[in-house]
């Protein structure tokens, strides 16, 4: 399956957060969150804010670090300088 899992595992592992203690905060089955886990199934785009939102009760610094080893440096479009008016 997809990245989100590999991310989710390795977040859990190194913060010590319990599969069943993100479920319970999210009111999901245990089994849920153990399918993401094991790259079984991906959560939706929804369900990932949902799953940032939960870490981030649990330990900020593993919801930051879900979000930065998910999406990357998100990089800012620089606008376009102005040519000089003649």
Do not use: C
């Not at 959560?43 to 930051?64: D, G, H, S, Y």
Request: aromatic share 6%; glycine share 6%; hydrophobic share 40%.
């Amino acid at each position: 399956m997809g990245k989100a899992g590999r991310v989710l595992r390795q977040v859990l592992q190194t913060y010590s957060i319990s599969q069943n203690k993100l479920a319970v905060l999210m009111g999901l089955k245990n089994s849920v969150v153990g399918r993401w886990f094991h790259e079984q199934v991906d959560p939706t785009a929804e369900t990932v804010v949902k799953l940032v939102t939960a870490l981030q009760e649990i330990n900020p610094e593993a919801a930051e670090a879900f979000v930065q080893l998910y999406l990357g440096d998100i990089v800012q479009p620089q606008p376009e300088p102005e040519e000089p008016q003649a």
